[in-house]
């Protein structure tokens, strides 16, 4: 199974980014989909979750209303969509699936079975 993030970059604040994730080597529509990142001495955060079919999306609410998840089963990517960034948004974000047999809460980094390897983003003020 392979997670491949793309899209990092340096932005101001104010600003906008699209991030994307491609998935590899498992049956993607059978997996809900999720985006954390990490900050600099932080532990890895939930930013948002977006269930197999795409019909269910939850944020965190930091970024509620900022940032949109959505993904094209068609072509096993996931994405996150990031307006109006704030300084406070610099991290490194990864994407993940979910765990097929339930392994906890969604908010929990313990739910998911495979992660990529994080694509960095800097939101300067």
């Known amino acids: 199974v392979q997670l491949e993030e793309s899209g990092e970059g340096l932005v101001q604040a104010g600003g906008s980014l699209k991030l994307a994730c491609v998935a590899s080597g498992l049956t993607y529509k059978f997996y809900h989909m999720g985006w954390f990142r990490r900050s600099p001495g932080k532990d890895r955060e939930f930013v948002a979750r977006?269930?197999?079919?795409?019909?269910?999306?939850t944020y965190a609410d930091s970024v509620k209303g900022r940032f949109t998840i959505s993904r094209n089963n068609a072509v096993n990517t996931l994405y996150l969509q990031m307006n109006s960034l704030k300084p406070e948004d610099t991290a490194i974000y990864y994407c993940?699936?979910?765990?097929?047999?339930?392994?906890?809460?969604?908010?929990?980094?313990?739910?998911?079975?495979?992660w990529g390897q994080g694509t960095q983003v800097a939101v300067s003020s």
């Open positions: 993940a699936a979910e765990a097929l047999l339930n392994k906890g809460s969604y908010y929990s980094p313990e739910a998911y079975d495979y």
């Open positions: 977006i269930s197999k079919d795409g019909d269910s999306t």
